[in-house]
């Protein structure tokens, strides 16, 4: 994953942002090419260990997209993923990393627009702090 | 046939490692019988040229306990690894990094800072720092390198072996010396402790709700927990559920919850991503639907330093290993 370009793996759950982010692409909505997606079965399948992972094999970034709250296919994955990120961001502060440098959001099957917009404002949040460049061990 | 050569080391750690050995009472007879110890720094009067004038694999096995964090260390572990057929990895820090690895949210830079200038009982008005070199007169001092980053004994030299905990237990140390005693070891990298999360040997997972939920988050010292609950039940962040069993339970007897000191069962690759992903999910199940965003970040943020708590005994063999710098 090592390129010139700031790389973000975005987390998209299957049943709503996964869908989103294909709408934005058959709408020709322009978004950037290094927002690298993995889909996932539902947002609450993202564990912590995942996004860690994303940063130690190069990723300046992790957007995780679920389904609204209310929404979820499993009824309540993304409440989990709620205080699950959350905390987890809490947890990477205390190893030095920008807790910006995780988004989680809600795009639905339809919001092609939406997901362009969050998938945007991430690469500008990241661009703005930079490359993660963690210590070497 | 002569006995099997022994040796017994240590690095960065307290010396409980140390006494967990003493602590097998007359069980160390046994292990004095079958063995022919030949190092041990603490309790013996071997030298390290006696171990470099030996073939390279004549001792047995050697234990090695503490986290490796000074030139020294990392020298005499690789010493010891090539005069040794196996290498066990004994304890916490050697395991995972263990407590000497939460230094590892610090440098030597900081820490040095803290250590011989902050600190309210220094008197350094010099502000003299340890150096590897110093000169007095026409000779020079030399001390080890005093490494930035803690690591594992695995991330340092091959190990066969891991006995985990702090400090391993009397049965698992025995169960281990005998399994290599009688040549009866499992496939090498295993922990020689069981595969199951303390929750399931807990002696108060009996009574557990089906559906635990955390209302809020408490620190040990703010209640007094009662001796039959689940900790996570009473709101204390207990890490049995991302904990590997086989302490005997002597925390959770004693009313304190698990920190973790086992770290992970086998599947899990990050123990306090484990713990956190745990925790998070049982904290406010009850009234998830309800809870707005701001509502979670007060519930979590009542968790005070969680990279601290959830990494205390891992932070080096987590993903990351340490603080960015
Ligand atoms: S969370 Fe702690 S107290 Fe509860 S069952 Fe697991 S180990 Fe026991
Ligand atoms: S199915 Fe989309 S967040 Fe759970």
Same mark, same amino acid.
């Given at each position: 994953?090592?390129?010139?370009?700031?790389?973000?793996?975005?987390?998209?759950?299957?049943?709503?942002?996964?869908?989103?982010?294909?709408?934005?692409?058959?709408?020709?909505?322009?978004? &950037?090419?290094? $927002? *690298?997606?993995?889909? %996932?079965?539902?947002?609450?399948?993202?564990?912590?260990?995942? @996004?860690?992972?994303?940063?130690?094999?190069?990723?300046?970034?992790?957007?995780?997209?679920?389904?609204?709250?209310?929404?979820?296919?499993?009824?309540?994955?993304?409440?989990?993923?709620?205080?699950?990120?959350?905390?987890?961001?809490?947890?990477?502060?205390?190893?030095?990393?920008? &807790?910006?440098? $995780? *988004?989680?959001?809600? %795009?639905?099957?339809?919001?092609?627009?939406?997901?362009?917009? @969050?998938?945007?404002?991430?690469?500008?949040?990241?661009?703005?702090?930079?490359?993660?460049?963690?210590?070497?061990? | 046939?002569?006995?099997?050569?022994?040796?017994?080391?240590?690095?960065?750690?307290?010396?409980?490692?140390?006494?967990?050995?003493?602590?097998?009472?007359?069980?160390?007879?046994?292990?004095?019988?079958?063995?022919?110890?030949?190092?041990?720094?603490?309790?013996?009067?071997?030298?390290?040229?006696?171990?470099?004038?030996?073939?390279?694999?004549?001792?047995?096995?050697?234990?090695?306990?503490?986290?490796?964090?000074?030139?020294?260390?990392?020298?005499?572990?690789?010493?010891?690894?090539?005069?040794?057929?196996?290498?066990?990895?004994?304890?916490?820090?050697?395991?995972?990094?263990?407590?000497?690895?939460?230094?590892?949210?610090?440098?030597?830079?900081?820490?040095?800072?803290?250590?011989?200038?902050?600190?309210?009982?220094?008197?350094?008005?010099?502000?003299?720092?340890?150096?590897?070199?110093?000169?007095?007169?026409?000779?020079?001092?030399?001390?080890?390198?005093?490494?930035?980053?803690?690591?594992?004994?695995?991330?340092?030299?091959?190990?066969?072996?891991?006995?985990?905990?702090?400090?391993?237990?009397?049965?698992?140390?025995?169960?281990?010396?005998?399994?290599?005693?009688?040549?009866?070891?499992?496939?090498?990298?295993?922990?020689?402790?069981?595969?199951?999360?303390?929750?399931?040997?807990?002696?108060?997972?009996?009574?557990?709700?089906?559906?635990?939920?955390?209302?809020?988050?408490?620190?040990?010292?703010?209640?007094?927990?009662?001796?039959?609950?689940?900790?996570?039940?009473?709101?204390?962040?207990?890490?049995?559920?991302?904990?590997?069993?086989?302490?005997?339970?002597?925390?959770?007897?004693?009313?304190?919850?698990?920190?973790?000191?086992?770290?992970?069962?086998?599947?899990?690759?990050?123990?306090?991503?484990?713990?956190?992903?745990?925790?998070?999910?049982?904290?406010?199940?009850?009234?998830?639907?309800?809870?707005?965003?701001?509502?979670?970040?007060?519930?979590?943020?009542?968790?005070?330093?969680?990279?601290?708590?959830?990494?205390?005994?891992?932070?080096?063999?987590?993903?990351?290993?340490?603080?960015?710098?």
């Amino acid at each position: 994953m090592k390129d010139d370009k700031l790389t973000i793996v975005s987390f998209l759950c299957n049943w709503c942002s996964y869908e989103g982010a294909d709408k934005a692409g058959n709408a020709r909505l322009n978004y &950037p090419a290094n $927002v *690298r997606v993995v889909r %996932v079965m539902c947002s609450g399948r993202v564990d912590p260990e995942f @996004v860690i992972q994303a940063f130690k094999e190069g990723a300046s970034g992790v957007l995780i997209l679920g389904c609204h709250p209310g929404d979820c296919h499993y009824k309540k994955g993304n409440y989990k993923t709620l205080r699950r990120i959350y905390l987890l961001k809490r947890t990477l502060e205390g190893f030095g990393i920008e &807790p910006e440098r $995780v *988004r989680l959001d809600w %795009v639905a099957a339809g919001e092609g627009e939406r997901f362009a917009k @969050v998938a945007n404002e991430m690469v500008k949040t990241i661009e703005k702090l930079g490359p993660l460049e963690l210590s070497e061990v | 046939m002569a006995k099997p050569k022994v040796a017994f080391y240590w690095c960065a750690s307290c010396g409980g490692c140390e006494e967990a050995v003493v602590d097998l009472a007359e069980d160390i007879l046994k292990v004095v019988e079958a063995v022919d110890i030949v190092f041990w720094p603490v309790a013996m009067d071997f030298k390290k040229k006696d171990v470099e004038a030996m073939k390279d694999g004549e001792i047995a096995v050697s234990f090695i306990n503490g986290a490796v964090r000074t030139e020294e260390q990392e020298e005499m572990v690789k010493l010891l690894r090539r005069k040794s057929g196996l290498v066990i990895a004994f304890g916490s820090c050697a395991h995972l990094g263990g407590i000497p690895g939460l230094a590892n949210f610090w440098n030597r830079d900081t820490i040095f800072e803290r250590v011989y200038k902050e600190v309210p009982s220094i008197a350094n008005p010099k502000g003299v720092l340890p150096k590897t070199k110093t000169k007095v007169g026409d000779m020079e001092l030399t001390l080890p390198e005093f490494w930035d980053t803690v690591r594992t004994l695995d991330q340092v030299i091959d190990v066969d072996y891991y006995i985990p905990g702090c400090a391993p237990p009397p049965d698992i140390i025995m169960n281990a010396v005998s399994a290599i005693l009688e040549g009866k070891l499992p496939e090498k990298g295993s922990v020689l402790a069981p595969d199951k999360s303390l929750c399931d040997t807990c002696p108060r997972s009996e009574k557990k709700p089906e559906k635990i939920s955390m209302k809020e988050i408490k620190r040990p010292y703010e209640i007094i927990p009662d001796s039959e609950k689940c900790f996570l039940e009473e709101g204390i962040i207990c890490l049995g559920p991302a904990t590997r069993s086989g302490c005997g339970e002597k925390c959770i007897n004693a009313n304190m919850p698990c920190r973790g000191c086992f770290g992970p069962t086998k599947e899990v690759i990050d123990h306090g991503a484990k713990g956190l992903s745990a925790i998070a999910s049982i904290l406010g199940i009850e009234d998830e639907e309800k809870l707005s965003e701001e509502d979670v970040q007060k519930l979590v943020d009542k968790i005070v330093d969680p990279a601290g708590l959830f990494y205390m005994y891992s932070l080096p063999s987590s993903l990351l290993r340490r603080k960015k710098i």
